[in-house]
């Protein structure tokens, strides 16, 4: 199939509509199959030639688009191809049929991805109930049924953001998929710290920052969405009240107060996610500030008084713990990849010791994907893991450890070369974190960045951060940004050298090829 000839010639009319109707479908979408497109031909039971559309799609890649009469030619046609695949069934009673024929087990033929079919307006409902068999049968997620199905354009629309796996939204749908009896006993929504102020005040609440990461919230308007929680099954009342990260959301219940030993005037404030938590422990508040944090995840975090989205949902658009708003690039592994390097793979704890021979950089031949869960920001891929690239019979146990934690640079990198796409200027930034701990990491950070990096005198910015908020809903300060001014003080600075970042820069552009040359591997 692969080295068959171009047949469009050779259509009959209704071949050709039904190659024109996908080819309209596929205009609708925005996707280019002009550089990549050929036709093979079968016969299905009606005799009508099948077709397949060959295309390439950026965010997902070589894909197999097929069309045509009855179902099993199409399942005829597609069962040896060795890419992912859609199967378009065209009308209402060729799809049920299809359906039938497959047991409602879609889809039948396990070369075959996602199936979906031209659909009219009279045939919505049959549309609809083909995609949540899909959802159902494990081959389209949460998260592609909300970025594909409802659409990244819509998403954006209500919540500022796409969905991603760690997001609370696609887990609902998850358990109301597969745990009905569960979702249906569902009475309040809570994040963990939220958990804890519902234990200590009898306050449902939650804060903006936090509530960003549930794709639930429309983070311009600061409320809940409508749209979302109609997408999700969810009421207003199972989802707690908001406060900004610095409000008294209320005291400490009395037979709490008594166990702890404290007074029922106690406050409890909102208080903050953790990486908005970290910003405000960094002082990264108010316009154009940014911290960088190395811990298991790792973010760069972009601080902003005005609301603003990155067009292409690569980064996170977020409310901050000040009040205001932030952009946020967030990779699944960071100081992870290296605990994971040095106590699976080395059985060390010597951290530091197997970094004292790391002494050429910016020369090491080989590289690293950090992607051992996966990846968020930028590329938005569950299915994406790490890899080491370009060893030889000379690579050392130096250079693999440097690899690793240049590698988690470069992904940090690639975050900050989206938010320079937007027209953000960013010349210095705040670290913080247990990766932040190490000057090697520091240095290699700084020059793969091209930044100047701050560190802070308090090492554990998250708690710092939370204490902060606390001081400010007790009044001490008038504000984060005041508080933020007074107590947080920088006690080093690492600066970048310019021969060495010329070198990271040739590395980078290396790095940053890796990724698409392997995407299909990892599927």
């Known amino acids: ?14 071949s050709l509509d039904r190659y024109n109707k996908i080819k309209d479908y596929l205009d609708l979408l925005e996707i280019n199959y002009e550089e990549d497109s050929r036709l093979v031909r079968g016969l299905d039971y009606y005799d009508h030639i099948v077709f397949e559309i060959y295309v390439n799609i950026e965010s ?4 197999a688009l097929g069309g045509g009469g009855r179902y099993n030619g199409l399942i005829k046609l597609l069962g040896d191809i060795d890419m992912p695949a859609v199967g378009f069934a065209m009308g209402y009673d060729r799809t049920l049929l299809a359906m039938e024929e497959a047991g409602v087990k879609i889809p039948i033929n396990e070369n075959i991805d996602v199936y979906v079919m031209y659909v009219s307006d009279t045939e919505k409902e049959t549309a609809s109930y083909l995609t949540q068999n899909l959802r159902l049968n494990g081959f389209v997620t949460e998260t592609d049924y909300l970025n594909n199905e409802i659409g990244k354009d819509k998403l954006s629309e209500y919540t500022a953001n796409i969905a991603f ?16 009896d569960n979702f249906n006993k569902i009475k309040k929504i809570m994040l963990p710290k939220d958990y804890l102020a519902y234990k200590l005040s009898g306050t449902f609440c939650t804060d903006y920052s936090d509530a960003s990461g549930m794709l639930l919230l429309d983070v311009k308007n600061k409320c809940w969405s409508k749209q979302m929680m109609e997408i999700c099954g969810v009421s207003e009342e199972q989802l707690p009240k908001l406060f900004e990260s610095y409000e008294v959301v209320g005291t400490l219940k009395e037979d709490i107060a008594e166990e702890l030993g404290l007074s029922k005037e106690v406050k409890i404030i909102a208080g903050a996610g953790d990486n908005a938590a970290a910003a405000v422990g960094t002082g990264t508040v108010g316009d154009g500030m940014c911290n960088i944090s190395l811990g298991t995840s790792g973010t760069i975090f972009i601080s902003s008084k005005t609301f603003g989205v990155d067009s292409n949902n690569a980064l996170h658009s977020f409310d901050h713990a000040d009040g205001y708003y932030h952009l946020m690039g967030c990779m699944l592994s960071a100081a992870s990849c290296n605990k994971w390097w040095m106590d699976e793979i080395l059985k060390t704890k010597e951290y530091s010791k197997e970094q004292e021979g790391i002494t050429k950089l910016g020369e090491n031949h080989v590289f690293y994907l950090p992607y051992l869960m996966g990846e968020r920001s930028p590329h938005n891929d569950p299915k994406a893991r790490a890899t080491f690239i370009g060893m030889s019979m000379d690579t050392t146990r130096e250079e693999m450890t440097q690899a690793v934690l240049e590698g988690v640079a470069f992904g940090l990198r690639d975050s900050l070369e989206v938010a320079r796409s937007l027209g953000i200027k960013i010349e210095r930034t705040k670290i913080c974190g247990g990766g932040a701990k190490s000057p090697l990491w520091k240095k290699i950070i700084a020059n793969v960045m091209n930044l100047r990096v701050d560190v802070p005198e308090n090492e554990e910015c998250p708690s710092m951060g939370g204490a902060m908020l606390a001081a400010v809903g007790c009044g001490e300060y008038p504000d984060v940004e005041t508080i933020c001014n007074k107590l947080v003080r920088v006690v080093d600075t690492v600066e970048p050298e310019p021969e060495l970042v010329a070198k990271y820069e040739e590395k980078y552009r290396k790095f940053r090829k890796l990724y698409p040359a392997m995407k299909e591997l990892f599927r």
Do not use: C, H, S, V
Request: overall charge positive; glycine content about 6%; aromatic content about 8%.
């Open 1 to 14: 199939l692969k080295n068959a000839p171009k047949i469009i010639d050779y259509l009959n009319q209704e």
């Open 60 to 63: 997902i890649g070589k894909m």
């Open 165 to 180: 796996a760690g997001f609370t939204a696609p887990k609902i749908l998850w358990m109301r998929e597969n745990e009905p």
